[in-house]
């Protein structure tokens, strides 16, 4: 009797280890697949049912609206700018960052003496977080206290009183200004990896065949660059698309209403107005148009590797 008990136990031990053994990547994959389903697929459903309900915390209930949270933001002419105002934002600051970051990049190929530090030094910002970086140029640029007007006037010779964080357009060119000084290495590492990994055999057949400096950047640097320009693009104007940070500790939405972001107009009507259900349909209406945008600079960049 012992004998067959012992048998049976055995039995059960290779039954079970065998099915261990034929499920093993499930189990790896099973708490994963738990935490994604937790923290992103769980909320995602519970803000698509909160897109077609009365979400407000001034209106007691949750009655089924419909499609009208929707039709509320796109009526609603601050939701438009806001959305105008994000994409030539965006836009600006990319392109900014872009010419910044290839002109470093260029700068640093050639190695030189201090190169590694210059190098580290450029990429400090990048590790700063966004909320520091709008203070600081807040520091610097909030009149009286801050030192720009100051210096603008030594360097020009007459008093400046520019209010950079309320006067059009310098109010616009004080927030390009501060996400390009933290987002410029961003730009100016992946570039400079690009040319870096450009043969110099390349421009050497180039100077044989008696191409000038410009004709090499135009003829050689830029087409092996434009791929891996295309991944640091594609990153960055998704990244600023969702810009909140410095428009909050800068420019708080003003003066008025016109420095709103997307991000930001979402925050108000959802954190400020507690209309959470307009702001929850905002932020799938945005979220849309980063996928359309993001999918478009996908097959861009994808169309030099299927060629």
Request: net charge neutral.
């Amino acid at each position: 009797m012992a004998v067959r008990t012992e048998e049976i136990r055995r039995r059960r031990s290779s039954t079970a280890s065998s099915w261990v053994d034929r499920h093993i990547r499930l189990l790896f994959v099973a708490p994963a697949v738990v935490l994604i389903l937790l923290l992103t697929v769980f909320p995602l459903g519970y803000s698509l049912w909160v897109d077609f309900v009365n979400y407000d915390f001034t209106i007691p209930g949750h009655d089924w609206i419909g499609l009208d949270n929707f039709r509320t933001v796109w009526d609603d002419p601050v939701a438009r700018h806001a959305l105008w105002v994000t994409i030539w934002l965006s836009a600006a600051c990319v392109g900014f960052e872009l010419a910044l970051g290839l002109s470093l990049a260029l700068a640093m190929v050639r190695r030189f003496r201090g190169r590694r530090v210059l190098t580290t030094l450029f990429v400090v910002p990048l590790f700063i977080s966004p909320v520091i970086v709008g203070t600081f140029f807040s520091l610097i640029l909030t009149q009286p206290f801050g030192p720009t007007n100051y210096l603008l006037g030594q360097l020009l010779g007459h008093p400046v009183t520019i209010d950079f964080t309320n006067d059009a357009p310098w109010v616009y060119i004080s927030i390009i200004l501060a996400d390009a000084w933290q987002w410029t290495p961003f730009m100016f590492v992946i570039l400079l990896a690009g040319l870096t990994s450009i043969s110099d055999e390349l421009y050497q057949a180039a100077d044989l065949d008696g191409a000038k400096p410009r004709q090499a950047f135009f003829f050689v640097t830029l087409p092996l660059l434009l791929p891996i320009a295309l991944v640091a693009i594609t990153f960055r104007l998704i990244d600023s698309m969702k810009l909140f940070d410095l428009i909050f500790v800068l420019t708080h939405g003003g003066p008025g209403t016109k420095t709103y972001t997307a991000s930001y107009y979402l925050y108000q009507q959802g954190f400020q107005l507690f209309h959470l259900g307009q702001g929850t349909a905002g932020s799938w209406l945005l979220m849309i148009i980063i996928l359309g945008i993001a999918y478009w600079l996908v097959q861009r960049l994808l169309k030099p590797v299927e060629a």
